[in-house]
């Protein structure tokens, strides 16, 4: 995928979303650390930059002035991530003044983000790379919700499929298990965060709107509107 540096010298927002918060510049961060240190007061930002290295082992993304080192602990939320591509991190930068200055991501995107738009479970489930760091919606039977840390573990299942993903949302709800749900939100690491997750409504019929009003009606409603605009045409 072709990438576009879209940094600028100073720290800009990218958006109303925990997953994309104020866009610190790599060069602006290792020119002034203790600034952006979440050591010395807890803070998330977010840093864009291209990646220069990824391995097992170690990671960095840089600018065209600077290079920053990236925590590898969760491997995972790079998985699909190609060397060289451009990318968002959201996390906690460390600075260590005997050391290297790290950040370490809670979330990693493409950059500019990207919105896969909707997809089932089970393609997400049979190619989770393709969808990691991307934004996307699913459906499916809200199977189980727990209130834990401060969020909510939930899992949605496909019903035609059996097939299964976890969802973290974070936000209130009174959402109960055995409903049909629609969730939109980040696809990182095998797990869709969200900050949107409600009913899924589908479209409602006449049928449901009017009660009592059959099929055999709507098919003598649908004749009388015919014959009207036979009438007029002559």
Do not use: W
């Amino acid at each position: 995928m072709a990438s576009l540096l879209l940094v600028t010298c100073t720290a800009t927002f990218a958006g109303a979303s925990m997953f994309e918060l104020e866009i610190v510049p790599v060069s602006k961060l290792i020119e002034q650390p203790s600034v952006y240190d979440s050591t010395l007061a807890y803070r998330k930002i977010s840093v864009v930059g291209n990646l220069s290295e990824l391995n097992k082992h170690s990671a960095s993304i840089a600018d065209d002035r600077s290079a920053l080192k990236v925590d590898v602990t969760r491997i995972q939320l790079f998985e699909g991530f190609e060397l060289g591509e451009q990318v968002m991190l959201t996390g906690e930068f460390r600075h260590n003044s005997l050391g290297d200055d790290i950040m370490h991501p809670s979330y990693v995107l493409h950059y500019p983000v990207q919105n896969a738009g909707q997809a089932s479970i089970s393609d997400i489930n049979g190619n989770q790379a393709l969808y990691n760091g991307r934004y996307v919606t699913i459906t499916g039977n809200l199977s189980s919700i727990e209130l834990s840390a401060g969020s909510y573990k939930a899992m949605v299942t496909e019903e035609d499929t059996g097939e299964q993903t976890k969802v973290f949302y974070y936000g209130a709800t009174d959402l109960k298990g055995g409903e049909e749900v629609k969730v939109y939100g980040l696809y990182n690491s095998g797990i869709l965060h969200s900050e949107n997750m409600a009913k899924n409504r589908s479209p409602l019929s006449l049928t449901a709107l009017v009660p009592g009003f059959s099929v055999v009606m709507s098919l003598a409603a649908l004749g009388g509107v015919a014959i009207l605009l036979s009438q007029r045409q002559r």
